[in-house]
């Protein structure tokens, strides 16, 4: 799938992200990944939507953070929560960091990558950090590399892994 049709099908669903009904999940396993960091300049959120949990938990860790995720209207929402904070509407598989970073979260957003595009983003990611940075990411589940369509969000959307072998 298109990674920008998936930043559409987002765009229809913001509400579920900005009024949540069901907790939010990673704030204790990056609380963790925080002990590993040893310089807190600059920090990634890469699918960042528009609720800003990691954008909040970042700056009061004192990163500059950034934001980046592929539907504008996630965008345009975290813009107006964090109207400091720089945020880009781009497609991750295409664009180019524009500096290194302490810390990179990929929380529940490079599912959506085309399978086929997963690892050249998750070696940008890990080229993207500084010497010493961590990078925190969702893999999907499985033991073998797959995709798949779901619609448990309303809308079908595409998910994908390397499966976790690749991961180990």
Not at 3 to 8: D, V
Not at 91 to 108: E, G, S
């Amino acid at each position: 799938m298109d990674p920008f049709e998936i930043g559409r099908i987002y765009d229809t669903i913001t509400d579920q992200w900005q009024d949540p009904k069901n907790p939010l999940t990673g704030l204790t396993e990056h609380e963790r990944a925080m002990q590993f960091v040893k310089t807190r300049d600059y920090g990634l959120d890469v699918g960042c939507g528009c609720n800003g949990r990691f954008v909040d938990l970042l700056t009061n860790y004192g990163f500059h953070v950034e934001g980046v995720d592929i539907s504008e209207k996630m965008i345009n929402l975290a813009r107006q929560r964090h109207p400091k904070i720089a945020f880009y509407h781009e497609d991750i598989c295409t664009w180019t960091l524009p500096r290194t970073y302490n810390f990179i979260t990929a929380w529940d957003s490079i599912w959506h990558v085309p399978l086929n595009t997963q690892p050249a983003v998750l070696q940008k990611l890990c080229n993207g950090l500084t010497a010493g940075g961590v990078l925190i990411f969702t893999m999907g589940g499985g033991d073998e590399p797959g995709e798949l369509n779901d619609s448990c969000m309303g809308p079908p959307m595409y998910y994908a892994t390397l499966g976790s072998p690749k991961f180990w």
